[in-house]
């Protein structure tokens, strides 16, 4: 209950503060990656457009947000050591890690569904 509950703050504070907590709606869904290795992600859509997503990640909250994509949804962390990437179409996801000064993203969850 306290890491839903750190994950729900970390995102929270991912959505700009034009958005009232009262005008998020959170939906948690739960991927199946390869290796059938699990991936909650809780998404948070602010009713202004904006979004925000929180999954962990080697132990860790990593709090995303939504940022421009050319297909699909795409969410990113920020942080002195590197971002943490995670892409949605559909019923799929993945995230990878580009640490600071690298030219070429870590894949660390990929093939992941949700049916």
Same mark, same amino acid.
């Given at each position: =209950? @306290? ?14 503060? @034009? ?12 991927? @199946? /990656? ?7 992600? @809780? ?20 709090? =995303?947000?939504?940022?421009?994509? +050319?297909? +699909?949804? $795409?969410?990113?962390? !920020? ?7 995670? $892409?949605? %179409?559909?019923? %799929? ?7 600071? +000064? ?9 093939? /992941? !569904? !949700? $049916?």
């Amino acid at each position: =209950m @306290t890491v839903l509950r750190n994950a729900l703050f970390a995102a929270a504070l991912a959505v700009p503060a @034009t958005s009232a907590l009262a005008e998020i709606d959170i939906l948690s869904v739960t991927f @199946t /990656c390869e290796n059938g290795i699990p991936l909650p992600v @809780t998404y948070f859509n602010a009713s202004d457009g904006s979004g925000a997503a929180a999954t962990i990640v080697d132990n860790i909250l990593v709090a =995303m947000r939504q940022v421009e994509s +050319g297909s +699909g949804i $795409r969410y990113e962390s !920020s942080g002195d050591q590197g971002t943490y990437i995670l $892409r949605s %179409k559909g019923w %799929k996801a993945s995230i990878s890690y580009l640490a600071a +000064g690298a030219a070429n993203e870590q894949a660390i969850f990929q093939d /992941c !569904s !949700s $049916r």
